[in-house]
């Protein structure tokens, strides 16, 4: 590079900056880029923690802040959300003019970043792309984001399969691994003690990390399916720590808090979380006897750790797992009998399908190769039956 370029990284939750986090290190050390950070959706809501602050404390600038979420987590709430993201969006890139964009997964706040870069006509480096997530919408927005995206930066060969497929060109589909496990690798966790000084939480003999998000292409409400994991929680008895965290801002959502709130006030054993960041909460899965629920993260980082997962419905089907990952249907004895074998497993021994750590460096690398990223905006349609 001959001079400082404009590269904006767009997050929208905790769970996405975590990822993000050795690569904005690497971006902002790095003299031939000029970082702007923009952040947006949960980081900007109270509800989920503003935590928007704790990107600020870890260092970084954020050069614009996008509002758009609404207070309901209805379907007309969230597409209302998506259009204030793209009008919000369109207004940021307008003043930051990046030459290229960065953004990771799957969520409507990403979808909607993507949407008004691709009118803008600027380069997008999608993280993440490529997987197969049967029961959420999310499956269709990352699906979307690939087509709308110039460089992908995909987790595991199988995704990076699912990309060519869908026609992008093959010199720009780069299997790093995902970044999620960078952050294993490379930060020291947490002991046990600081850990529960932290947050006000004692382990007791036996522990469990439970994330639950709404499986939004189900027919059965959220709710329903969060109570047959409550109800299975409680058979474990009240000697079974649980740490829960919080849904995200996905339609259903607030109805599975709330269940969360009622749990943990009756239950001296449970504890809730809107955000742990991601240092407290890879040291908690660090600790925890089993991760359970329908997050990715039971299956992107838990096996690092030689942990099992009991992965629960549809929300994360079609995904690359390890053998440490147990899954089950959405129903209170499936998943007693899932969390019990999960307690039963040696999973020291599990190979990760998603990369060896170093995601951030090779997604860095691959960025600066890129000589004239304007010229990446016209694309041609790669039909794997010529190529």
Not at 97 to 107: A, F, K, T
Not at 149 to 174: C, K, M, W
Not at 209 to 233: I, S, Y
């Amino acid at each position: 590079m001959s001079r400082s370029r404009h590269i904006c990284v767009v997050t929208g939750s905790r769970a996405d900056y975590g990822l993000l986090y050795w690569l904005l290190k690497a971006l902002q050390s790095d003299p031939d880029w000029d970082l702007q950070l923009v952040a947006t959706g949960m980081h900007l809501a109270p509800e989920f923690g503003l935590t928007y602050r704790a990107i600020e404390s870890d260092g970084f600038s954020i050069a614009e802040r996008v509002e758009m979420l609404l207070a309901g987590d209805t379907p007309s709430a969230v597409t209302k959300s998506m259009g204030l993201g793209v009008i919000g969006f369109a207004g940021v890139f307008d003043r930051l003019r990046p030459e290229i964009l960065v953004v990771l997964g799957d969520r409507f706040e990403i979808l909607a970043a993507a949407q008004a870069a691709m009118v803008a006509r600027i380069p997008i480096a999608h993280i993440a792309g490529g997987d197969s997530t049967e029961g959420a919408f999310d499956e269709a927005i990352r699906h979307s984001i690939t087509k709308m995206a110039h460089i992908h930066f995909v987790t595991n060969e199988s995704a990076a399969r699912r990309v060519r497929q869908l026609g992008e060109d093959p010199r720009y589909v780069v299997n790093v691994g995902s970044p999620g496990i960078d952050y294993i690798k490379r930060v020291q966790l947490l002991e046990r003690r600081a850990l529960e000084a932290a947050i006000g939480f004692e382990f007791r003999p036996k522990n469990l990390l439970v994330t639950f998000h709404p499986a939004t292409l189900d027919e059965e409400p959220a709710e329903n399916q969060f109570r047959e994991l409550l109800g299975a929680l409680s058979a474990l008895g009240p000697e079974m720590g649980i740490i829960f965290t919080h849904p995200n801002s996905d339609t259903g959502g607030h109805g599975i808090a709330r269940l969360i709130a009622e749990f943990v006030a009756a239950s001296p054993n449970a504890r809730a979380y809107s955000s742990l960041g991601q240092l407290r909460y890879l040291s908690a899965m660090s600790m925890v006897d089993a991760v359970v629920g329908n997050s990715s993260s039971g299956l992107y980082e838990a096996p690092s750790f030689g942990k099992p997962t009991v992965d629960i419905g549809d929300r994360q089907k079609g995904r690359v797992r390890a053998t440490s990952v147990v899954s089950c249907a959405p129903q209170a004895d499936a998943i007693e009998q899932a969390i019990r074998r999960a307690l039963s497993m040696d999973c020291s021994g599990v190979a990760n399908p998603y990369g060896d750590g170093h995601s951030s460096e090779r997604i860095a690398a691959f960025l600066k190769q890129i000589d004239e990223p304007s010229q990446l905006v016209k694309k041609h349609f790669h039909d794997l039956a010529l190529a």
